[in-house]
């Protein structure tokens, strides 16, 4: 897919996490001890008649240090920021028309001063990860 990148780290892809075991994952960048800054990935869309977008996620970030979101034509749908240690699945329908949809991880500023890494199962490791996403497109159906 023609994903774009912005922010201060691009995102990547990663064989650490991945739903199925042996497969790779979209991660976000590294903004670990940096705050203030994003990591953003989109990709644009398009369908007449309307469609579906699923993905799955892991999120290993949190407050204080930072958030995830899901957005849709910069429209805030989804906001995450407890590591959760475990895989989540989201849909969204969209509406006819293009679309761009994208995920964000924002980092607070000022940044903790403390060390997240002394407990990462309350504060995260500082990344999220994205894997099988769908975009399915609605159809007519024929008589």
Do not use: C
């Amino acid at each position: 897919m023609p994903w774009a990148f912005s922010g201060a780290a691009e995102w990547q892809v990663s064989t650490s996490r991945s739903v199925s075991p042996g497969t790779h994952s979209l991660r976000s960048g590294d903004l670990n001890g940096i705050g203030g800054k994003s990591s953003v990935v989109s990709i644009k869309v398009d369908s007449s008649l309307g469609a579906y977008f699923t993905f799955d996620y892991y999120v290993g970030i949190g407050a204080p240090f930072d958030m995830f979101e899901f957005r849709v034509d910069d429209d805030l749908k989804h906001m995450d920021k407890s590591p959760g240690g475990v895989w989540k699945q989201y849909l969204q329908n969209l509406s006819p028309g293009p679309h761009t949809i994208s995920f964000h991880v924002i980092t607070y500023s000022p940044f903790p001063s403390f060390d997240r890494n002394n407990d990462v199962d309350e504060f995260g490791d500082g990344f999220v990860y994205l894997d099988n996403l769908e975009f399915q497109a609605l159809s007519r159906r024929r008589n």
